[in-house]
């Protein structure tokens, strides 16, 4: 496996920044939400939705990412 985290040469984030992001998250606030979270930290906002979805990340937030083919029963 290779580099998680921080130690991956591509991380845009420290483990402290992405705790900071899923405690401060309000969707319904505007200075709190995703929308203005990547616009202060100067990312996308789907980068954020990452986190808080436990797409990235997961294993510093212990979110798991549901993938929706398996969220629909047949």
């Given at each position: ?8 040469p ?65």
């Amino acid at each position: 496996m290779g580099a998680r985290g921080e130690k991956h040469p591509c991380a845009r984030f420290t483990e402290r920044e992405v705790i900071s992001i899923v405690r401060r998250y309000k969707y319904w606030h505007p200075k709190d939400s995703s929308q203005a979270m990547a616009r202060e930290k100067k990312c996308q906002q789907a980068s954020i939705w990452q986190i808080l979805n436990g797409r990235s990340w997961g294993h510093v937030t212990g979110r798991k990412f549901k993938h929706i083919v398996n969220m629909i029963k047949n």
